[in-house]
């Protein structure tokens, strides 16, 4: 060895197995302390339930990746819905309902007796991945909200996770919002559709949207960016419409910075200036002086990454 050469360099940096379960999909993969992804591999759902043991065909996969990768010491799953004070037994999995109260951590810790294991919400998981995994400078504070199937939402607080008083608070998706509809039946996926659907039927202009088709957020999407008046229209009711919902959030948690991903985030550029408006408007310049809003920067990778990072606030030094 040359007397100038690190005897640490040839060391592989830590990684750590990052697990999300979706309802779709359950997605695998190997993050290190730099966010690079290897080893990926995603199953399908369904095929996993079909067989009445969700929890084997899990634990049979984790073994599979912990005998292919003898380093991994760190586990990170990330859950959609609500999981117990302690982050060990999920409690309602909505999309998954053979694990509520589920014995799931205890299971996969007797099974991995030496391996760290961190169960979380998916959306916390995911604000954390971007707390410590975003392409931008993020701060120590902000609310995360995905836009998607439903409304997820989380906060990072001193770069913690905020959890509430049992466990699963800040469930923004679930607060009343117009209509007398929740928040996510309104700007949900499927409630963008519908609001797309029923303003369509209004409307006397123009429009690249067909009228005798299905209306299609993606499509939305595209001809928002192509300038259509009508697909503009439509992202700034929703933004109208999350940004009311952001007003009180914003007030009860005092945070001034929202980071906004998901699969709808696609259509920022056209709901932030409507969020702003809103907000300005409500809001006393002590929370407008300082707010920002922003797009999650780890797109398709965030669930992956946010699992991972439920595991790097004991990460070793090299």
């Known amino acids: 060895m040359k007397a100038d050469q690190d005897p640490m360099a040839d060391q592989k940096p830590e990684q750590i197995l990052g697990i999300d379960i979706g309802g779709n999909h359950v997605k695998m993969g190997l993050v290190d302390t730099a966010g690079h992804i290897t080893e990926f591999q995603s199953y399908a759902t369904a095929d996993w339930r079909e067989t009445h043991d969700f929890v084997r065909r899990l634990r049979e996969t984790i073994a599979y990746k912990l005998i292919a990768h003898k380093d991994i010491r760190k586990i990170g799953i990330g859950l959609p819905g609500m999981i117990s004070k302690d982050r060990r037994t999920p ?3 909505t999309a998954i309902p053979e694990l ?6 205890q299971e996969l810790h007797e099974a991995f007796p030496t391996t760290r294991i961190e169960l979380e919400n998916d959306a ?10 975003s392409k931008e400078l993020m701060p120590t504070n902000f609310l995360f909200i995905t836009l998607g199937t439903g409304i997820g939402s989380a906060a990072v607080i001193e770069g913690k996770i905020f ?3 049992d466990g699963n608070g800040l469930e923004l998706g679930h607060i009343l919002s117009r209509h007398g509809r929740k928040l996510e039946q309104n700007i949900g996926k499927q409630g963008v559709l519908n609001l797309g659907a029923e303003r369509l039927a ?11 088709e299905p209306i299609s957020a993606t499509r939305m999407v595209i001809s928002a960016e192509q300038g259509d008046d009508f697909s503009r229209k439509i992202f700034d009711e929703v933004g109208e419409i999350l940004g009311e919902g952001l007003v009180a959030c914003i007030r009860i948690m005092d945070i001034k910075a929202v980071v906004i991903g998901g699969g ?18 409500e809001l006393t310049p002590y929370y407008t002086s300082k707010l920002t809003i922003s797009r999650a920067t780890l797109g398709n990778d965030a669930g992956l990454l946010g699992a991972a990072s439920l595991c790097m606030s004991s990460l070793t030094s090299a």
């Open 91 to 93: 409690l309602e999995i």
């Open 100 to 105: 509520n109260d589920y014995q799931l951590w």
């Open 124 to 133: 916390n998981a995911a604000a954390l991945g971007e707390f410590y995994f």
């Open 163 to 165: 959890t509430g008083g």
């Open 202 to 212: 209004e409307y006397r202009m123009d429009t690249v949207i067909p009228r005798d």
């Open 264 to 281: 709808l985030s696609a259509s920022f550029d056209y709901i932030k200036p409507a969020i702003l408006r809103v907000l300005e408007k």
